[in-house]
């Protein structure tokens, strides 16, 4: 069965600091990857995704995310964290074959943003 | 509407009562999810339906849940003789198709189970 591990479960910068937030998974093909953002109180939100093709892809609110099958990881990476990134972020895989609908989730990693 | 829409936004249930959790999702979006958040965890899929077709139920915990979607739009996760072990986020998405459509997901309903 497919897995998502997301070693850090909370990750503190400040603002104005680069971030990346790791993501590792387990899955005998290549899988959709994908990168959701959480707000408290809030349903999740899609900051970037990954089928094929170019291995960086780019997102929404300035992320980016690299995926490396050498090393089973779509790492999340921002060059300047903003206050208002402040949130829960998840790594999550789709199976690209048959059951391409069920998203797989990490546990998460809560990112606080100091001033 | 404009996105996901889940009602009620939470709920308090007693240990053995039956709830109804309801998910309006994006007009037009053939596929609708439900997935369960616990505290401190990561979403895990409960059932998907293509339409008004249950096309997966895997993920239901035990018979205790049950999920409808009877004309294709607006759906309702049932959970009979709640448990304390329910108590988690309920969160429904919608998406144009499966697989590379993105997920739209509603603000979830938050179930407590006394």
């Known amino acids: 069965a497919q897995s998502v591990t997301q070693p850090d479960i909370h990750i503190t910068v400040s603002e104005g600091a680069s971030l990346e937030l790791r993501c590792n998974y387990s899955y005998g093909a290549t899988p959709y990857l994908f990168w959701y953002v959480q707000s408290p109180g809030q349903g999740l939100q899609l900051l970037l995704k990954?089928?094929?093709?170019?291995?960086l892809v780019q997102g929404i609110k300035g992320f980016e995310a690299e995926f490396k099958r050498s090393q089973s990881s779509f790492n999340l990476r921002k060059p300047s964290v903003h206050w208002s990134d402040a949130a829960e972020y998840f790594c999550a895989v789709v199976d690209s074959g048959g059951s391409n609908y069920k998203l797989t989730f990490g546990k998460g990693t809560l990112l606080t943003v100091n001033p | 509407g404009a996105g996901v829409s889940q009602s009620p936004r939470y709920k308090v249930a007693k240990r053995g009562q039956d709830v109804a959790l309801r998910c309006d999702p994006i007009?037009?979006?053939?596929?609708l999810f439900w997935y369960q958040q616990a505290l401190g965890q990561g979403p895990e899929f409960l059932t998907y339906?293509?339409?008004?077709?249950?096309?997966?139920k895997s993920g239901l915990p035990s018979d205790r849940f049950f999920a409808e979607r009877p004309e294709g739009s607006v759906s309702t996760l049932k959970i009979q003789r709640t448990q304390q072990e329910d108590s988690a986020v309920y969160l429904c998405?919608?998406?144009?198709?499966?697989?590379?459509?993105?997920?739209?997901f509603g603000n979830g309903t938050r179930l407590t189970v006394t």
């Open positions: 990954y089928f094929s093709g170019d291995t």
């Open positions: 007009s037009g979006h053939v596929s």
């Open positions: 998405a919608s998406s144009t198709d499966r697989g590379s459509s993105p997920l739209h």
């Open positions: 339906f293509q339409n008004e077709a249950q096309l997966d």
